[in-house]
């Protein structure tokens, strides 16, 4: 952890009091989660969260810009976690989230440090976004950096190519992961887009290294179609569709946009980009459904689950949001994982109670924006 002396030291060498076009922004949450829990968890589930992420900017003449970006937390009972500096009544962490600039040219830009290398155009699932993995139990987590390098070139007003290279995932570890390196090519169409990936990630010990080959594409017709897939090939092991991450949906809005429905599909190899990393799927396929309706400009509701087909277990979320004024809203969620033990004698499945630890999860979170 770092202390907060040090960190003040931070701030100001990254931010000298003599420089100008300097911005901070950011959110705080305030998080109180209550709940019952399962398998080896305790019966009553209580946590208080404080949470902020706080955003700086700084420009560099007309042709760059430094980013970086901290999350500070502090927290007791469930919200805790193992990583964190434990103090009487509360545990607290500080957390580089993002650190590196951006040159920009009219047909060129470079981006380097620890940043987002997004890829794809999957809402839930992401299959292409293999460097910045996300999962759709928790949505509102923000994605990992990675600390790589990215040159962006403009050929057309349409279009993009990207050549890029990231650190790889574990720099402690001999065999933590190769260097990756690829390249990407993006265009967009009046109502369509397309984008292709390549990447090779270096041999590791035993390995000949990861090949790995992107497709994705969206449409806007009457619905929004969307479709994303990643094939992962290692020269060591046997090919076949184990590789594979697809997925697939539409979205749509109606009733003067106050109904919105998302629904996508995923297939997931047991070697392909969903079935590893921090959010690691066990299961080949699954299915994610949205429903949200806006009652006024300040007030919505959604019901959300996603689902592991095989198994047939769910995590169905029951959200409220609330906005109290400009820049501060209440959001109020419960979330009930299901499978078939809940209701007869069966196996766990990977979503239910069992697996993920809770029966039932009721959170309260206050956001501030600034």
């Known amino acids: 952890m770092m202390k907060p002396i040090r960190f003040i030291a931070v701030l100001l060498l990254i931010f000298p009091l003599s420089a100008g076009a300097q911005t901070f922004s950011g959110i705080l949450d305030s998080k109180l989660t209550l709940g019952a829990g399962a398998g080896n968890a305790s019966d009553f589930l209580y946590g208080f969260e404080e949470y902020a992420n706080i955003r700086m900017q700084a420009k560099v003449k007309d042709r760059g810009a430094f980013y970086g970006a901290l999350n500070l937390i502090a927290a007791s009972g469930a919200s805790s976690q193992g990583s964190m500096d434990a103090g009487e009544n509360y545990a607290a962490y500080i957390e580089l989230e993002r650190l590196y600039f951006r040159l920009n040219g009219e047909s060129v830009g470079l981006d380097a440090g620890l940043m987002r290398l997004p890829f794809g155009y999957g809402q839930a699932w992401g299959s292409s976004d293999f460097l910045n993995p996300r999962s759709p139990l928790s949505t509102t987590a923000r994605p990992r950096a990675i600390l790589g390098a990215a040159c962006s070139l403009y050929p057309a007003d349409s279009a993009k190519l990207l050549v890029f290279t990231a650190s790889p995932r574990n720099p402690f570890e001999q065999d933590g992961g190769g260097l990756i390196a690829g390249l990407s090519a993006e265009n967009h169409w009046g109502r369509a887009s397309l984008q292709a990936l390549y990447a090779y990630e270096t041999?590791?010990?035993?390995?000949?290294?990861?090949?790995?080959?992107?497709?994705?594409?969206?449409?806007?017709?009457?619905?929004?179609?969307?479709?994303?897939?990643?094939?992962?090939?290692?020269?060591?092991?046997?090919?076949?569709?184990?590789?594979?991450?697809?997925?697939?949906?539409?979205?749509?809005?109606?009733?003067?946009?106050?109904?919105?429905?998302?629904?996508?599909?995923?297939?997931?190899?047991?070697?392909?980009?969903?079935?590893?990393?921090?959010?690691?799927?066990?299961?080949?396929?699954?299915?994610?459904?949205?429903?949200?309706?806006?009652?006024?400009?300040?007030?919505?509701?959604s019901l959300a689950c996603a689902a592991a087909l095989d198994d047939l277990s769910f995590s169905p979320t029951l959200s409220m949001d609330y906005e109290i004024f400009q820049g501060m809203s209440l959001s109020i969620s419960a979330q009930v994982p299901l499978d078939k033990a809940v209701l007869a004698d069966s196996s766990p499945g990977e979503l239910g109670p069992e697996r993920t630890g809770t029966r039932l999860l009721v959170t309260a979170l206050v956001r501030l924006r600034f």
């Open 203 to 301: 041999p590791v010990l035993s390995s000949s290294g990861i090949h790995r080959w992107g497709l994705s594409v969206k449409a806007d017709l009457i619905v929004g179609l969307v479709a994303d897939a990643l094939y992962a090939w290692n020269p060591n092991a046997a090919a076949g569709i184990d590789g594979l991450s697809a997925g697939a949906g539409f979205d749509y809005s109606f009733l003067d946009g106050d109904c919105y429905v998302l629904t996508e599909y995923l297939y997931n190899g047991s070697d392909s980009s969903t079935a590893s990393g921090i959010f690691a799927l066990q299961q080949q396929n699954y299915l994610y459904a949205l429903f949200r309706y806006r009652f006024n400009d300040y007030t919505s509701a």
